[in-house]
């Protein structure tokens, strides 16, 4: 099956600097990532679809300044929460597209990363 | 927009009973997409079973089966001889055929319970 990776698991970080998540496909190329804020006993809420080449689309209330997202390659997505906050503090997770056919794709997840800021 | 909502924030079976998880939604659209995801401790989604909105046929993946109700707007996962591995939250989820989008919308999940 396909392997999303994502990387760190955990980090915790000072208030005011800023981490990357990484988020790669392993076994496959995704044209297409999307990247999940999850807090304590919630459901994921889409931050944003990352596409190869070209910029990220940031749902509503979605800072684009501070979660910046770079999809660089078919097989990479970065998440850069910038200035972090405690308030940034959450459960990031990605997920990345594959197309088995014309009409069927799937999404994998990534583990997650876990995100404490202090 | 579309809307997914779980009654139920958490459920418990006894191991090698049978459980049912509700789901319901909200759509204007004909064609769509609806799924149930599996998150064990360790956070990481697994995707349980899918449907296809214009199959009439309900979704089997060995234990897990749906009863999908269209017209109701009702997709509910039901595990038959639940075991211990199967304690986890569960989420039901809406995905459009329109446009080719890959938005996923979830509910707030149903955290199940499995009793020894």
């Known amino acids: 099956g396909a392997v999303v990776s994502q990387h760190p698991s955990w980090v915790i970080c000072k208030s005011g600097t800023s981490v990357k998540i990484e988020c790669r496909s392993l076994?496959?190329?995704?044209?297409?990532m999307f990247w999940y804020r999850q807090f304590p006993k919630q459901s994921l809420m889409l931050m944003a679809t990352s596409n190869e080449g070209s910029k990220a689309t940031y749902e509503q209330g979605v800072e684009k300044d501070k979660f910046l997202i770079n999809h660089a390659s078919l097989t990479l997505s970065t998440l850069t929460v910038t200035s972090a906050h405690p308030e940034d503090s959450s459960f990031y997770i990605c997920?990345?597209?594959?197309?088995?056919?014309?009409?069927?794709?799937?999404?994998?997840f990534g583990q997650g990363t876990r995100l404490t800021v202090v | 927009a579309q809307t997914v909502t779980q009654s139920q924030p958490e459920m418990s079976v006894q191991e090698a009973e049978t459980v049912t998880l509700s789901c319901t939604y909200d759509?204007?659209?004909?064609?769509?997409?609806l799924f149930w995801y599996k998150q064990p401790p360790s956070r990481q989604m697994i995707l349980v079973i899918r449907?296809?909105?214009?199959?009439?046929q309900n979704a089997t993946e060995n234990r897990f089966s749906v009863n999908f109700q269209k017209a109701a707007k009702s997709f509910s996962l039901k595990i038959s001889d639940s075991q211990l591995g199967d304690a986890a939250m569960y989420f039901c989820a809406y995905r459009s055929r329109k446009g080719g989008s890959e938005k996923l919308v979830f509910g707030k999940g149903t955290k199940l319970t499995v009793n020894p």
């Open positions: 997920s990345a597209r594959v197309k088995w056919d014309r009409v069927n794709t799937e999404a994998f």
């Open positions: 759509t204007s659209e004909s064609d769509y997409y």
């Open positions: 076994d496959f190329q995704a044209t297409t």
């Open positions: 449907q296809e909105a214009y199959k009439q």
